[in-house]
Nanobody, 123 residues
Framework: QVQLVESGGGSVQAGGSLRLSCAAS????????MGWFRQAPGKEREFVAA????????HYADSVKGRFAIARDNAKNTVYLQMNSLKPEDTAVYYC????????????????WGQGTQVTVSS
């Protein structure tokens, strides 16, 4: 069982930055691919970014490439999402997610989810 707890959400003006953190429980964190999804009001949950267990492999949604960066610290059981050049359309609840399988991040069929953290970007 893996528990995920996000932090770092908040409100920011367009062009600003935020860093989300996700702390994971368990002793096998490095064996899990980790990632972030988001869900805006009235929209389906969508993939944002993912990172492999060792941190050597990353993947981003086209909408955030060049602006967001995912990283992990396996010694701290934590994954991060650095969000720069934020836009109003980035406003959503951001969810941390984990799965033993990298391919799970091609859909939303990821095994473990955090409770979500709100990010609001004003114009």
């Amino acid at each position: 069982q893996v528990q995920l707890v996000e932090s770092g959400g908040g409100s920011v003006q367009a062009g600003g930055s935020l860093r989300l953190s996700c702390a994971a429980s368990g002793r096998t964190f490095s064996s899990y691919a980790m990632g972030w999804f988001r869900q805006a009001p009235g929209k389906e949950r969508e993939f944002v970014a993912a990172i492999g267990g060792s941190g050597g492999m990353t993947h981003y949604a086209d909408s955030v490439k060049g602006r967001f960066a995912i990283a992990r610290d396996n010694a701290k059981n934590t994954v991060y999402l650095q969000m720069n050049s934020l836009k109003p359309e980035d406003t959503a609840v951001y969810y941390c997610a984990g799965d033993r399988t990298w391919s799970a991040f091609h859909s939303i069929n990821v095994h473990y989810w955090g409770q979500g953290t709100q990010v609001t970007v004003s114009s």
